[in-house]
């Protein structure tokens, strides 16, 4: 248990289908954060929202919509995906998303998308 | 340009031994560095950071970070098969922030009994 549960686990949906993943925080933390990690690849930095506001967003194509409604809840909107899309995505969160020592980003656990 | 340079492995060690994982940066202006581990089908999970030259021990953990050669590496003595896993290098570059963390792709440690 991380403190950072994702849903669904798994996923696997059709390019011309509307999902969503879900992420949410139990840790009091007022920064989240979306990453994508593909085989092969470096992790990648998607969306970070601070206080509910979306502070930074990584040239991500717009089939891929966040959500944050309150500092413990972050949603990823999928529609219109390609089959390279297929990844893990990680949701994270930290205290802020300020450098200090001893802060530090959280991951969930992931939710593993297929895209056919 | 922002690049972490990982030996993607697989690196095998005998239980008992020393791993090193070395990874080099292209930054200057990287100031905080981190090391992740990631057990298979799993999240990563921070084990340590480190932020100024030298060494920095944490039980069976060491991080030695060297700026003039853009060089960190983590070393893990007596090492466990538990210790299994692919270990991820990431930095952040001076004056920003947790948004702007690079990630190398990783080197797979496999220690074998």
């Known amino acids: 248990e991380t403190g950072v549960t994702q849903t669904p686990r798994h996923l696997v949906m059709g390019m011309t289908n509307k999902k969503s993943l879900k992420c949410e925080q139990h840790?009091?933390?007022?920064?989240m954060y979306w990453y994508k990690q593909s085989a092969k690849k470096p992790l990648e930095l998607m969306f970070v929202?601070?206080?509910?506001?979306?502070?930074e967003n990584n040239s991500v194509p717009s089939r891929f919509s966040p959500e944050c409604p309150n500092s413990s809840h972050l949603f990823l909107h999928l529609h219109t995906l390609q089959p390279e899309d297929s990844a893990l995505y990680l949701c994270?969160?930290?205290?802020?998303?300020?450098?200090?020592?001893?802060?530090?980003?959280?991951f969930g656990e992931g939710s593993w998308l297929t895209v056919v | 340009q922002k690049e972490v340079e990982q030996n993607s492995g697989p690196l095998s060690v005998p239980e008992g031994a020393i791993a090193s994982l070395n990874c080099t940066y292209s930054?200057?202006?990287?100031?905080?560095f981190f090391w992740y581990r990631q057990y298979s089908g799993k999240s990563p999970e921070l084990i340590m950071s480190?932020?100024?030259?030298g060494d920095k021990e944490d039980g069976r953990f060491t991080a030695q970070l060297n700026k003039a050669s853009q060089y960190v590496s983590l070393l893990i003595r007596d090492s466990q098969p538990s210790d299994s896993a692919t270990y991820l290098c990431a930095y952040i570059t001076r004056g920003s922030t947790l948004g702007r963390l690079y990630f190398g792709r990783g080197t797979q440690l496999t220690v074998w009994p």
């Open positions: 929202y601070s206080l509910e506001e979306r502070v």
């Open positions: 930054d200057r202006g990287s100031q905080s």
């Open positions: 994270a969160s930290s205290q802020d998303y300020s450098v200090q020592s001893g802060n530090t980003i959280y």
């Open positions: 480190i932020y100024s030259n």
């Open positions: 840790l009091g933390h007022n920064a």
